[in-house]
């Protein structure tokens, strides 16, 4: 299979077969000292004080909303423009979306948007890094601070990008991450939580492993151990913790190698016409994904290309519209649209930049072939 048929693969060789190896020869499987180094490894490479390691990014989102004080009654505004994951973790914290609309050049919300969907019942901000491009609240952190009202990135996108020069995760929010198979770090699975104080990451802590307070370190010393309250097992296990610290010293390569694919993307791009890619803020991002706006007929764009063997994806239909979350629609033009012209190309480490010319010179034909045949539909 060539690199372009696939749309997102994760970028594993070698090391981390090794280490899953040694993981199960040693017996090392839930969540130990390996989940823990790997936590103050990220926390370094962050510039954190701490780091929560759970089993995905919906568990982050979850118990972020938690630490947050989201509960029943409550609203979380949400962009319409992510991936369900992020609508179930509100509903999974008892609460409900509240879905905004979306910026067309860069498929974010930005503080205007969020401050009008405001309300008394607004509990949290859920703002999605889409592509991984960090997103800049510092217009509106003092009102929603005054409200009490807590921002809880999903950062799923963007592990490793930056706000200014600062990465995602270390500007003061509940950031969360995704390891899962196809983003930029991976674990195989896997999801992190940045508490905003030391109280807050013990809170984590305890809801991710049950509801027992005591560490694993103090519970295997003693007889009994103290369950205080309503807890998940939403711990990281050692053997997903093993992938993520080989992935994580060689992050600077993933970073570089993104980066530089999608460059190359922007640049076999520039100049199509009908066609617009998604603005990524590539300075400070390490990009997920290379997603364009096709102008019109994007379903017969995707088709083509799918015939011809190009891994197209579209991320993702939007979630106001779906029939778990119907009930909390409400007009979203800019997302209505965008959601119809989107294109998710092939992008992940394993290409080359020869497979990238090859997929724009697809599009180009298929666009070409498009615009023929209207202006013949057209003289008929
Ligand atoms: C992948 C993803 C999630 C969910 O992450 P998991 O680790 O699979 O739970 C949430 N939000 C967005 C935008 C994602 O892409």
Same mark, same amino acid.
């Given at each position: 299979?060539?690199?372009?048929?696939?749309?997102?693969?994760?970028?594993?060789?070698?090391?981390?077969?090794?280490?899953?190896?040694?993981?199960?020869? #040693?017996?090392?499987?839930?969540?130990?000292?390996?989940? *823990?180094?790997?936590?103050?490894?990220?926390?370094?490479? %962050?510039?954190?004080?701490?780091?929560?390691?759970?089993?995905?990014?919906?568990?982050?989102?979850?118990?972020?909303?938690?630490?947050?004080?989201?509960?029943?009654?409550?609203?979380?505004?949400?962009?319409?423009?992510?991936?369900?994951?992020?609508?179930?973790?509100?509903?999974?914290?008892?609460?409900?979306?509240?879905?905004?609309?979306?910026?067309?050049?860069?498929? @974010?919300?930005?503080?205007?948007?969020? $401050?009008?969907?405001?309300?008394?019942?607004?509990?949290?901000?859920?703002?999605?890094?889409?592509?991984?491009?960090?997103?800049?609240?510092?217009?509106?952190?003092?009102?929603?601070?005054?409200?009490?009202?807590?921002?809880?990135?999903?950062?799923?996108?963007?592990?490793?990008?930056?706000?200014?020069?600062?990465?995602?995760?270390?500007?003061?929010?509940?950031? @969360?991450?995704?390891?899962?198979?196809?983003?930029?770090?991976?674990?195989?699975?896997?999801?992190?939580? #940045?508490?905003?104080?030391?109280?807050?990451?013990?809170?984590?802590?305890?809801?991710?492993?049950?509801?027992? /307070?005591?560490? $694993?370190?103090?519970? #295997?010393?003693?007889?009994?151990?103290?369950?205080?309250?309503?807890?998940?097992?939403?711990?990281?296990?050692?053997?997903?913790?093993?992938?993520?610290?080989?992935? %994580?010293?060689?992050?600077?390569?993933? *970073?570089?190698?993104?980066?530089?694919?999608?460059?190359?993307?922007?640049?076999?791009?520039?100049?199509?016409?009908?066609?617009?890619?998604?603005?990524?803020?590539?300075?400070? /991002?390490?990009?997920?994904? @290379?997603?364009?706006?096709?102008?019109? *007929?994007?379903?017969?764009?995707?088709?083509?290309?799918?015939?011809?063997?190009?891994?197209?994806?579209?991320?993702?239909?939007?979630?106001? /519209? $779906?029939?778990?979350?119907? $009930?909390?629609?409400?007009?979203?033009?800019?997302?209505?649209?965008?959601?119809?012209?989107?294109?998710? %190309?092939?992008?992940?480490?394993?290409?080359?930049?020869?497979?990238?010319?090859?997929?724009?010179?697809?599009?180009?034909?298929?666009?070409?072939?498009?615009?023929?045949?209207?202006?013949?539909?057209?003289?008929?």
């Amino acid at each position: 299979m060539s690199a372009f048929e696939r749309n997102a693969s994760p970028w594993m060789h070698g090391p981390e077969y090794a280490v899953v190896a040694e993981a199960m020869r #040693i017996g090392q499987w839930g969540h130990n000292t390996a989940t *823990e180094a790997f936590e103050a490894e990220l926390a370094a490479f %962050l510039g954190v004080p701490d780091v929560v390691a759970v089993s995905s990014c919906t568990a982050a989102l979850h118990i972020g909303l938690l630490l947050a004080g989201v509960g029943p009654g409550n609203e979380v505004i949400v962009p319409s423009q992510t991936f369900c994951a992020t609508v179930q973790a509100i509903l999974m914290a008892g609460a409900h979306p509240r879905f905004i609309d979306i910026d067309a050049d860069t498929l @974010c919300v930005d503080s205007a948007a969020v $401050q009008a969907a405001i309300t008394p019942s607004t509990g949290a901000v859920i703002p999605v890094l889409y592509g991984g491009r960090a997103i800049d609240l510092t217009e509106i952190k003092p009102e929603l601070d005054r409200r009490g009202i807590a921002v809880v990135e999903d950062a799923a996108h963007a592990f490793g990008s930056r706000l200014g020069d600062k990465r995602v995760g270390a500007t003061g929010m509940l950031t @969360c991450f995704s390891f899962g198979p196809i983003k930029n770090l991976t674990c195989g699975e896997g999801g992190a939580l #940045i508490p905003r104080s030391p109280a807050e990451a013990d809170a984590a802590r305890t809801l991710r492993l049950l509801g027992v /307070t005591q560490s $694993q370190a103090a519970r #295997i010393r003693t007889t009994s151990y103290q369950v205080d309250g309503v807890g998940w097992r939403y711990h990281l296990s050692a053997v997903h913790a093993a992938i993520g610290r080989v992935q %994580l010293a060689r992050f600077a390569d993933i *970073e570089t190698v993104r980066r530089r694919l999608w460059r190359a993307y922007a640049r076999e791009l520039s100049g199509l016409e009908y066609v617009a890619l998604v603005d990524l803020d590539i300075e400070h /991002t390490v990009p997920f994904n @290379c997603v364009v706006r096709v102008v019109d *007929e994007r379903d017969k764009v995707f088709e083509t290309l799918r015939d011809r063997g190009i891994g197209v994806g579209v991320h993702y239909p939007p979630n106001h /519209t $779906q029939p778990a979350f119907r $009930q909390w629609y409400r007009p979203l033009p800019v997302t209505e649209t965008t959601a119809r012209q989107t294109i998710s %190309l092939p992008f992940h480490p394993a290409m080359t930049e020869h497979d990238i010319t090859h997929v724009v010179s697809e599009l180009r034909t298929a666009l070409a072939d498009l615009r023929r045949n209207s202006v013949q539909s057209a003289r008929r």
